[in-house]
């Protein structure tokens, strides 16, 4: 809890833009104190602290941690500052803060460091690190209708997660009314929230009298909580659990008021049960006093007006036993009768507003009993940490608790008391002066060996004490060679370490070895690798320039084949070459350029896809360098001018020019003339109009190769014909795979005389 009526001016300090000469003067801060201090509880305070500056930009504001490292608590250009939240930690009797300066260049000078005594012990209050904080999540949802609203008062103001500066739904001069909300997603609701007119500080009379809490099931709105008769300033419910992403806050009486209206300031639902604590009311405002026998008294002031204040008493294993309670009539609660027992101590204490959870227990100590005879206890620092005792001195009987601080690399073994060994922390005071002490042993800490990748390694123990010298051992795999070891991730000098307070991971790196590359230089062209030494596993590409004539076989890597243009180098040096072929002389394409007589179909909206394009040796224009048609049976006649014996025919699908290979033609069929009606010699004697009826005539045409159910791209075939022929004729008889008539798509058709 921050107390704001000790800060009274404040002033907020967002960055820093400056150009400032290379050279700065020395900054320093001196005469670092406290100026004020609130303590919360046993572990936090508020603190208002101020210093003297010197040629200083900024300061740096540190606590000091009990292990010798700092935690930044702020950075601040002003000589004084407001600490919200100052915190002693478990292991430490009192917190000390550094003031660091730093002068415009970002140098840090000579700082200044005060300590501030905490007048409490650890335990003196309840620690509870873990709280459950319950979250509202109608902020997360959107309001989907409303009955009305006032114009600076709309329904979305009933749950943007806040109550302050008058934030509500209103809706005058109506007595009743709903509102929808869709939440984010569906989500299961166990408790609800409603903060009526006196929540937000208006007439107890205009808090909502009557209304419920509906969730949409189908098209329907299901009641899961209502009431007729509320008076209270909150209502705040557990509901039995509903998953559901559509609700309703339905109002059915707004208030008792003259001034009807509704008026909602919050609309809150929870996905847990839990609700808030209740605020700690400070320790300085709690007394306690040990009377004899059952005479002692408790008093609290500035408790809420109708909390219930409880008192508790904690043995020496940490057991707290409730003793009183009694309901805050007015900021003083006072109690009478308590009995502490006879030895000095602390009474713990709680409130509880409402429905809300109670606050942490915070405690005040008490003094023994008036005439108590008291034992002294002296504590003997041991080596190996530190023990205190609850007390230092007690009456005969008492619980006295004992506690150890353990030194970095070691652990608690017992406590003793005089001189002899106890069971646990704790032991009944005798009728006499005593000492206690304890024994501590030296930590053994595991070491773990992380196998790292291309190596091996070992230590010459799996655990140690602090101190010891351990051993580490490498071994790397084929082609590596160990580059450093490592402690926890962290490079380390040499193969020893000395083992710290904690258990350890250990390792190695290891580096791959870098090798030769000789390249050979073969007949018929030229060979290069991509580097003349690699590391093992490294790839190295090849590069061949065959000599004119020459074509590259495959590579050589020590002696055998390599395949493809690279390879991954090996754990040895290499030696790199290549092997060239001849390159055989083309066959010439018979067909490029051949005279068409007669076809029967293009397609007629191009005026240039007809069958000649099929022979013109081009396809980069999918336009215009195919031969195209509609529908099926699309034949050419054509004249190659150079008489072959079973010729390679081949021809370029739609698909070998990009197009979908499904175009590709499933079926074609090859014609010579029948020379029992016409000879080739015959053929070209006649004239223009009768070659073309003769290339139209189904019988004047015998056929001798057939193809179907082609998909390749690119099909070869070789025409079984012992004859010389120059004249062909080719049927495209289905042009696609599918079997149905759509497009001829043709790029080229070539003929050889012999394999190409």
Same mark, same amino acid.
């Given at each position: ?407 970095? &690399?070691?652990?608690? +073994? %017992? !406590? =003793? @008391? $005089?001189?002899? #060994? /106890? ?6 005071? *005798? ?47 084929? &082609?590596?060679?160990? +580059? %450093? !070891? =490592? @402690? $926890?991730?962290? #490079? /380390? ?6 083992? *710290? ?47 004119? &004539? ?19 180098? *090996? ?186």
């Amino acid at each position: 809890m921050i107390l704001n009526s000790f800060v009274t001016v404040y002033q907020v300090n967002i960055g820093r833009l400056a150009v400032t000469d290379s050279e700065a003067a020395a900054a320093s801060a001196s005469n670092a104190r406290l100026e004020e201090i609130i303590y919360l509880d046993a572990y936090t305070a508020e603190a208002r602290i101020k210093w003297n500056g010197n040629n200083a930009s900024s300061y740096e504001i540190y606590r000091l941690n009990a292990d010798g490292t700092r935690t930044l608590i702020m950075e601040t250009p002003n000589t004084a500052y407001y600490i919200p939240n100052l915190v002693r930690n478990d292991d430490q009797a009192d917190v000390t803060v550094e003031v660091v300066p730093v002068n415009a260049n970002g140098v840090r000078g000579e700082s200044s460091r005060f300590t501030i005594d905490w007048p409490y012990e650890n335990g003196d209050t309840e620690k509870l690190s873990d709280v459950t904080v319950p979250v509202n999540i109608c902020p997360l949802a959107e309001v989907t209708g409303y009955s009305a609203q006032n114009d600076g008062e709309p329904a979305w103001k009933a749950i943007d997660g806040t109550s302050e500066n008058g934030s509500k739904w209103c809706a005058t001069n109506k007595q009743s009314g709903w509102m929808t909300i869709k939440l984010d997603q569906p989500r299961t609701i166990k408790r609800i929230r409603i903060e009526h007119a006196q929540y937000g500080g208006e007439a107890q009379n205009m808090n909502t009298i009557a209304f419920s809490v509906q969730y949409k099931s189908g098209n329907n709105w299901v009641t899961v909580y209502s009431t007729n008769n509320n008076s209270s300033a909150v209502t705040d419910e557990l509901i039995t659990p509903v998953t559901a992403q559509e609700w309703r806050l339905y109002i059915s009486n707004s208030g008792s008021s003259a001034w009807g209206a509704i008026r909602i300031y919050e609309w809150q639902m929870f996905e847990t049960t839990e609700r808030n604590r209740t605020d700690i009311v400070l320790m300085k405002f709690a007394s306690a006093k040990n009377n004899k026998g059952a005479s002692d008294t408790f008093s609290l002031t500035h408790a809420p007006t109708g909390s219930t204040v409880r008192l508790y008493l904690r043995d020496a294993n940490g057991n707290y036993t409730q003793i009183a309670s009694k309901e805050a009539h007015s900021s003083t609660v006072s109690f009478t009768g308590l009995d502490y027992g006879s030895d000095a101590g602390r009474v713990f204490y709680t409130v509880q507003e409402g429905k809300q959870e109670e606050s942490i227990k915070l405690s005040t100590a008490f003094d023994a009993e008036p005439g108590a005879v008291k034992y002294s206890i002296n504590v003997v620092q041991p080596a190996g940490g530190t023990v205190s005792a609850s007390a230092t001195s007690a009456t005969a009987g008492t619980t006295v608790k004992l506690t150890a601080t353990p030194s970095e &690399g070691y652990t608690l +073994d %017992y !406590f =003793t @008391l $005089d001189g002899e #060994r /106890i069971n646990g922390d704790t032991f009944i005071m *005798p009728a006499r002066n005593v000492e206690v002490s304890a024994v501590f042993t030296a930590n053994a800490y595991s070491i773990t060996v992380v196998q790292p990748t291309n190596g091996s390694v070992a230590a010459s123990a799996t655990s140690a004490t602090a101190g010891t010298t351990i051993e580490l051992t490498a071994t790397p795999a084929e &082609g590596y060679t160990l +580059d %450093y !070891f =490592t @402690l $926890d991730g962290a #490079r /380390i000098n040499g193969d020893t370490f000395i083992m *710290p307070a904690r258990n350890v991971d250990v390792s190695a790196v290891f580096t791959a070895n870098a090798y030769s590359i000789t390249v050979v230089q073969p007949t018929g062209g030229t060979v290069s690798a991509s580097k003349l030494s690699a590391f093992f596993g490294e790839a190295v590409e090849l590069t061949a320039v065959p000599d004119e &004539g020459y074509e590259l076989s495959h590579y050589v890597v020590n002696g055998a084949a390599n395949n493809g243009s690279s390879f991954t180098m *090996p754990a040895h040096d290499v030696m790199v070459t290549a092997v060239f072929t001849k390159v055989a002389e083309p066959s010439v394409n018979l067909a490029l350029n051949a005279t068409i007589y007669y076809f029967n179909k293009k397609y007629p909206d191009y005026a240039k896809n007809g069958p000649q394009h099929a022979f013109d040796g081009k396809m980069s224009d999918p336009e215009a360098d195919k031969w195209h048609a509609s529908g099926t049976n699309g034949w050419v006649a054509f004249d190659i001018h150079t008489p072959v014996t079973n010729p390679i025919l081949k021809i370029y699908h739609a698909g070998s020019a990009g197009e979908d290979s499904g175009l590709n033609t499933s079926s074609w069929d090859v014609y010579i003339l029948n020379e029992r009606y016409f000879t080739e010699e015959s053929f070209f004697n006649l004239t223009i109009s009768e070659r073309n009826r003769v290339c139209q005539i189904a019988w004047a045409w015998k056929k001798i190769h057939v193809t179907n159910g082609n998909t390749a791209d690119i099909s070869i075939d070789r025409i079984d014909m012992p004859e010389a022929r120059r004249l062909f004729k080719i049927n495209m008889r289905k042009t696609n795979q599918t079997g149905q008539p759509y497009y001829l798509n043709v790029y080229e058709i070539e003929m050889y005389e012999s394999d190409y």
